[in-house]
Nanobody, 125 residues
Framework: QVQLVESGGGPVQSGGSLRLSCAAS????????MAWFRRSLGQEREGVAA???????AYADSVKGRFTISWDSAKNTLYLEMDKVKPEDTAVYYC???????????????????WGQGTQVNVSS
């Protein structure tokens, strides 16, 4: 049974930094594509950052240059480093994983089979 557990969310001031973690069990980080999505109040869930098995990266335009996705195989954990955060980054952030590894559509929800419960990030101005 695959479980993805996010942590690291919370309040942060605009311009600050935060690191989200996603601990995986029943799934080996790096075996397939993994991604971070977010859902703001009243909005649809959107892809933020993704990485495939070969290390191919994808970022939403809104976070390019500010967010970094990475993983630690030894800890079996996926990370999202968030720098220079803005109030519009306020959202519930979700970790996701796929059975396969893709070169395209890395930020599309349908590419992923497993989801965490989410962690709330609140950016104050």
């Amino acid at each position: 049974q695959v479980q993805l557990v996010e942590s690291g969310g919370g309040p942060v001031q605009s311009g600050g930094s935060l690191r989200l973690s996603c601990a995986a069990s029943g799934y080996t980080v790096g075996e397939g594509s993994m991604a971070w999505f977010r859902r703001s109040l009243g909005q649809e869930r959107e892809g933020v950052a993704a990485v495939n098995r070969d290390g191919l990266l994808a970022y939403a335009d809104s976070v390019k240059g500010r967010f970094t996705i990475s993983w630690d195989s030894a800890k079996n954990t996926l990370y999202l480093e968030m720098d220079k955060v803005k109030p519009e980054d306020t959202a519930v952030y979700y970790c996701s994983a796929s059975r396969g590894s893709w070169n395209t559509f890395l930020l599309r929800e349908r590419s992923y089979h497993f989801w965490g419960q989410g962690t709330q990030v609140n950016v104050s101005s």
